[in-house]
């Protein structure tokens, strides 16, 4: 067992807190990634991008953001969250206002993200 913290994992593992990334033993997980990062307002820099395998949650824990899946475009706010399933398009458009985030994808897989505009 051993216990983490998200603060110390944002700065050493860019907010990820599980997956089949992690070397160490303790926290890595073929079944799940799991990851909770902060965002900060005027960010654009998400790519529209597909996850052909499995699916993934956001959870907005604070802030708010403009988000698309697939050619739907929409607002996305505190205690709001979402599926998107496996070979959707997605992208977070803007952070509308600093946003905390945590995001599940399941499986965990390798190369599991495609990126779709450059």
Request: contains cysteine; aromatic residues 10%; negative net charge.
């Amino acid at each position: 067992m051993r216990i983490g913290n998200i603060s110390k994992q944002r700065e050493t593992a860019r907010g990820w807190l599980v997956g089949q990334f992690f070397d160490d033993g303790s926290f890595k997980d073929n079944d799940v990634e799991i990851y909770c990062k902060k965002f900060f307002k005027g960010d654009k820099s998400d790519k529209l991008h597909t996850h052909p395998q499995g699916k993934e949650y956001l959870i907005i824990l604070s802030g708010k953001i403009k988000m698309q899946v697939d050619e739907e475009i929409f607002e996305m706010g505190e205690g709001d969250y979402i599926a998107i399933k496996a070979g959707q398009k997605d992208k977070i458009i803007e952070i509308l206002e600093d946003t905390e985030i945590i995001g599940v994808r399941y499986p965990s897989v390798p190369d599991n993200k495609i990126i779709l505009e450059e």
